[in-house]
C-alpha cells in the first residue's frame, strides 16, 4: 500500500501562484508513475499533468501547459505541482495519484491508470 498526502492548497488571486506538494510513503519503491487530477464542483475528476518516476518524462493537459509544471523528488518521495498565472477556471479541488503498476499502453491521463489516491487539496482562485 501507499499512502499519499497532499499539501500547499489555498486561495489565491488570478495571476497568483501556488505550490501543491504530494509526499508519499509506504511501499514507494513500486512507484512508475505520479500525477494531478482536479475535480470542480458537479463535475468529473480531470487529468492536470504526470509524471514518469525513472525517466522523468512529463504531460500536461492543454489548459495548464506552460503555467504549471510537475516535478518529482526521489529521495524525498515526493511530487510537486507548481501553478503560475492561475485563473478562477483552476479552481478545484487536486488530488495526487500514483501508480504501482509498470507502465504499458495508457497515457497516463485517465484516472483508472493509477491505483492509489490522496485526500485532495482545494484550490480557490478568485477574479
Known amino acids: 500500500q501507499v499512502q499519499l498526502v497532499e499539501s500547499g492548497g489555498g486561495l489565491v488571486q488570478a495571476g497568483g501562484s501556488l505550490r501543491l506538494s504530494c509526499a508519499a510513503s509506504g511501499r514507494t519503491f513500486t512507484t512508475y508513475a505520479m500525477g494531478w487530477f482536479r475535480q470542480a464542483p458537479g463535475k468529473e475528476r480531470d487529468f492536470v499533468a504526470a509524471?514518469?518516476?525513472?525517466?522523468?518524462?512529463?504531460y500536461y493537459t492543454d489548459s495548464v501547459k506552460g503555467r504549471f509544471t510537475i516535478s518529482r523528488s526521489i529521495a524525498k518521495n515526493t511530487v510537486y505541482l507548481q501553478m503560475n498565472s492561475l485563473k478562477p477556471e483552476d479552481t478545484a479541488v487536486y488530488y495526487c495519484?500514483?501508480?504501482?503498476?509498470?507502465?504499458?499502453?495508457?497515457?497516463?491521463?485517465?484516472?483508472?491508470?493509477?491505483?492509489?489516491w490522496g485526500q485532495g487539496a482545494q484550490v480557490t482562485v478568485s477574479s
Open positions: 495519484a500514483s501508480r504501482g503498476r509498470p507502465l504499458s499502453y495508457g497515457t497516463l491521463s485517465n484516472t483508472w491508470e493509477y491505483d492509489y
Open positions: 509524471i514518469n518516476w525513472s525517466r522523468s518524462s512529463t
